[in-house]
């Protein structure tokens, strides 16, 4: 039995889910989010929580026990907190402007960058660090991926994009000569 798969998904107040043939509806304060039904997996709503049970032992439908629920866990954060993605800008002459669905960054390149996000996902930014906001955990790990893409950091200096978490493991530079 999948670990993840047999927890039941606590709902909270003011969120819904309707579970439909092909596909899972979860709406909240914040929107709405549509999930595919995947195969081999029942979904049951019961007095607040959501039971992901599986129809038989196949493979496949292992395999799908624990994602459906995740996915739909996910759905749940979302709709009712959403999810939030900080990134950093380390470099001289390096500079961010904008907000709301783009951003214009100055990145040591020889144009500036624009970057647009797409439809749900809010970007802000605040002296050298962009926030990526939306309640698409998927779209908001997806848009702070492809920015950090745009300049990732090196291992010299640590000029570029980084997560706010993520630490660079640095590098010596040249050891001159005696």
């Known amino acids: 039995m999948s670990r993840i798969g047999k927890l039941p998904i606590k709902i909270p107040t003011g969120v819904t889910i309707t579970v439909g043939a092909d596909d899972i509806t979860v709406a909240g304060a914040k929107g709405t989010l549509v999930l595919p039904h995947q195969n081999f997996v029942k979904v049951e709503v019961v007095e607040g929580e959501a039971i992901v049970a599986r129809e038989n032992d196949e493979a496949e439908a292992r395999a ?3 994602l459906q629920r995740a996915l739909i866990n996910n759905a749940v954060t ?31 390149f020889s144009h500036p960058v624009k970057y647009k996000a797409p439809e749900g996902v809010q970007l802000e930014t605040n002296k050298m ?10 779209a908001v790990g997806q848009v702070a991926a492809e920015i950090r893409a745009l300049r990732p950091p090196e291992p010299y200096k640590g000029k570029g994009i980084k997560y706010a978490d993520e630490r660079i493991l640095r590098k010596a530079g040249k050891a001159g000569k005696k």
């Open 64 to 66: 799908k026990h624990g």
């Open 78 to 108: 979302g709709v009712s907190e959403g999810f939030e993605k900080k990134l950093e800008v380390n470099g001289v002459g390096f500079r961010l402007s904008g907000g709301g669905q783009e951003i214009d960054m100055a990145l040591g």
């Open 129 to 138: 660090e962009i926030t990526v906001k939306g309640i698409s955990k998927q």
